[in-house]
C-alpha cells in the first residue's frame, strides 16, 4: 500500500510528503507513458502517446495559463465537505491552481465566507444543497468534471447517524457521480481503520462507505487518513486547550495507543495529486500517516 507521507507533522510550509507523493505518481506515469510525462504530443517527429488507462467521463479537462490562481487547471471540483478542517485546503490548493470550485454548503453564509478568497473572481461558488436529497446533489455536480467527498463526521446528531453521514451520504453521492457521466476524478476521504469488523461504529460506517463508492464509482480513489494535525485541528488544539483551562489533562485510556498523525496540508496536496494524475490513483486505496508515530502520551506531553 502505497502512501506513507514523509513530511514532520508540526511545520505548515513547503509540503515535502506531498513531493514525494506527486514523485511518486509522475514516476508511474512516465512507465506508462514512456519518457513523455505530460499527455500529449511527442516534442518531435509528431507521435502521440496516451495513457493506456481508461478514463471514465466524456471530456478532459482543458488546460490554459502557467498553472497559478489565474490560469485554467480544467478542473471544475465539486468539494463536498469543503466547509471543514480537510476541505478548506483542498479548496485552497485547487482555487490556487486555477481550478473552479463549488462549494455544497448547508448552514449559513459565514461557513463558506473564508473560501472565497482562496480563488479569482468567481471560482469559488457557494451552492446551498440538502445532502438528503438527490435533485440537489444533482444540482451541485452538474457542472463538474471532479468529485472530492470530506464529508464526515465524528459524532451523531439527532439528524444524523454514523451510517446515514458516513455511508448514506457517500453511496447517494458516488451513485449520482457515476450517473452524471462526466465525472472524471472521484476521491473519496476515510479513515485509517476503517474495517467491517471494527469494534467503532464510525470505523464500520466509513469501510461500508468505501464499498459503496468503490461499487458504484470504481474508479474512485479511496483516501484513508490516520488523525489529522494542524492549524484548526480537533486533536492537539483540544489537549492544548484543556491543559489551560484544568489542572490536569485528562487522557483516553492509559495513554500507551499508538497514532501517527499526518499534517492535513500534506493530505490536501494527496487529493490534489489523486486528481492531477493520468489514471495510476484510480480504483486504488491509499493510507496516508505522517512519518512518525506517537503515543498518546506523548502526543499529549508535546500540546501542552
Ligand atoms: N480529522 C481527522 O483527523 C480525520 C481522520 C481520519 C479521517 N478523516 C476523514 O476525513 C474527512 C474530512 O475530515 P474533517 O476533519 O475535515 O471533517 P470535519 O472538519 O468534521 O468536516 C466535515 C464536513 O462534513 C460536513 N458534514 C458533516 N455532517 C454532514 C451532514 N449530515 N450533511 C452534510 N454535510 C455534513 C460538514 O459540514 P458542516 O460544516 O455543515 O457541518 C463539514 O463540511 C472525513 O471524511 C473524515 O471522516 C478525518
Keep these: ?119 479569482d473572481l468567481g471560482q469559488i461558488v457557494p451552492m446551498k444543497y440538502d445532502a438528503k436529497d438527490e435533485d440537489s446533489i444533482k444540482a451541485v455536480i452538474a457542472n463538474s468534471n471532479v468529485i472530492v467527498n470530506c464529508i464526515g463526521r465524528e459524532y451523531e446528531t439527532r ?60 474508479e474512485a480513489t479511496i483516501l484513508r487518513t490516520a488523525p489529522m494535525v494542524g492549524v484548526e485541528d480537533r486533536l492537539l488544539n483540544r489537549w492544548a486547550i484543556q491543559a489551560k483551562k484544568l489542572p490536569v489533562v485528562p487522557i483516553p485510556g492509559d495513554g500507551l495507543s499508538k497514532l501517527q498523525p499526518v499534517l492535513v496540508i500534506d493530505v490536501a496536496a494527496a487529493v490534489i495529486a489523486a486528481i492531477r494524475d493520468e489514471g495510476f490513483s484510480m480504483g486504488k486505496t491509499f493510507e496516508l500517516g505522517g512519518p512518525d508515530v506517537f503515543t498518546v502520551n506523548e502526543l499529549v506531553r508535546k500540546s501542552i
Design 159 to 218: 439528524n444524523f447517524s454514523f451510517e446515514d453521514v458516513n455511508y448514506g451520504i457517500s453511496n447517494r453521492i458516488s451513485k449520482l457521480a457515476k450517473e452524471h457521466g462526466g465525472i472524471l476524478k472521484y476521491v473519496q476521504m476515510s479513515c485509517l481503520a476503517a474495517a467491517p469488523h471494527s469494534s467503532s461504529r464510525l470505523l464500520r460506517s466509513k469501510h461500508a462507505a468505501e464499498e459503496a463508492v468503490l461499487q458504484n464509482f470504481p
Design 1 to 119: 500500500m502505497a502512501g506513507a507521507l514523509v513530511r514532520k507533522a508540526g511545520s505548515q510550509s513547503a509540503s515535502g510528503g506531498a513531493r514525494a507523493w506527486a514523485a511518486a505518481f509522475q514516476q508511474q506515469e512516465s512507465l506508462l507513458l514512456g519518457d513523455h510525462g505530460d499527455l500529449g504530443f511527442e516534442k518531435s517527429g509528431g507521435v502521440r502517446y496516451s495513457s493506456s488507462l481508461a478514463v471514465s467521463g466524456s471530456h478532459r479537462p482543458v488546460k490554459r495559463g502557467t498553472g497559478g490562481r489565474s490560469s485554467v487547471s480544467g478542473v471544475v471540483a465539486t468539494v463536498f465537505g469543503a466547509t471543514g478542517f480537510l476541505g478548506r485546503y483542498v479548496v485552497q490548493q485547487l482555487a490556487r491552481m486555477g481550478s473552479q470550485v463549488m462549494v455544497p454548503y448547508r448552514g449559513v453564509d459565514e461557513e463558506w465566507r473564508h473560501l472565497k478568497l482562496m480563488g
